[in-house]
């Protein structure tokens, strides 16, 4: 027996806002967010910087009260969040901290932390420690320490923006095969148009502070999608890129 319908999103917001509240006074971070995530989507929220971006995260994620709406995650969901720092502990070999997630949890995954790194390529560094890594192996571990918890959902907060173009690129293609393959379904946020258009099936764009949803797009690269650096050069990509260009205000 199904304890939930497949069709039922894995994740939906409804009319989250919140309020910073400092000794500078307050801080309307977010205003009246709906959005909800079906099973197996990629999602993108962009927006410019400051508009609110992490704080809908960590919202969602369960680490910030909003002021007002709920977040609700279906039946049995496990959320996996992964942030803009790969955030691994220096003193800790890569195996330790890609098992650091499944001990906090209280489960014993080892099984499936071997699988994961060896089919990702970093089974041989598993002894390694994160600064005898690059950047972009850092960023798998630091992938694979979050789906070693068997995450529902993925949020992943500009988990690209502190590696340089080149490994960018290359990673979020990594990435992105990595969460199809696992058949996760997920939540980013971002700044950089290209790599919400590339990676999602649904790019939601926010406005400037207080972040509200300005549209929306479905990013349509037909069935046999390929991977995020081929679309780069689909015509419709452009396209998109325009459009999603044009609706967020960067003029200060
Ligand atoms: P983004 O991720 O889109 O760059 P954030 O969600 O981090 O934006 O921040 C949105 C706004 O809320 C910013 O103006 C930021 O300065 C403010 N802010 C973030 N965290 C706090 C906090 N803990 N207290 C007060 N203001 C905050
Ligand atoms: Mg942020």
């Not at 041989?124 to 789906?147: E, K, N, V, Y």
């Not at 995450?151 to 293609?173: G, I, K, N």
């Not at 549209?215 to 650096?229: K, L, W």
Request: aromatic fraction near 8%; glycine fraction near 8%; include cysteine.
């Amino acid at each position: 027996m199904e304890l939930f319908d497949r069709a039922d999103p894995v994740i939906t917001a409804e009319g989250l806002s919140l309020t910073y509240q400092s000794a500078e006074g307050e801080t309307q971070a977010i205003r009246d967010i709906s959005l909800s995530v079906k099973e197996g989507e990629i999602v993108s929220v962009i927006g410019p910087s400051g508009c609110g971006k992490s704080t809908l995260l960590s919202i969602i994620s369960g680490l910030l009260e909003p002021t007002s709406g709920s977040v609700k995650l279906r039946d049995g969901g496990r959320i996996g969040y992964m942030l803009q720092k790969d955030s691994l502990f220096p003193w800790r070999s890569i195996y330790k901290n890609v098992m650091l997630g499944a001990e906090i949890m209280g489960d014993k995954c080892g099984d499936c932390a071997e699988q994961l790194l060896k089919t990702y390529g970093l089974w041989d560094f598993r002894d390694s420690f994160p600064s005898q890594l690059s950047g972009g192996m850092r960023q798998r571990a630091a992938l694979i320490r979050t789906l070693v918890t068997q995450p529902t959902l993925l949020l992943l907060d500009e988990a690209f923006s502190a590696l340089d173009y080149q490994t960018r690129l290359a990673v979020s293609d990594d990435i992105y095969s990595i969460i199809r393959r696992e058949k996760k379904t997920a939540l980013m946020v971002t700044h950089d148009i290209s790599e919400a258009v590339a990676m999602s099936d649904r790019v939601i764009v926010l406005t400037r502070r207080p972040a509200e949803i300005k549209s929306e797009y479905v990013i349509d690269f037909g069935s046999d999608r390929p991977t995020p650096i081929k679309c780069r050069s689909l015509d419709g990509f452009r396209r998109y890129f325009d459009s999603i260009w044009r609706d967020i205000d960067v003029h200060v």
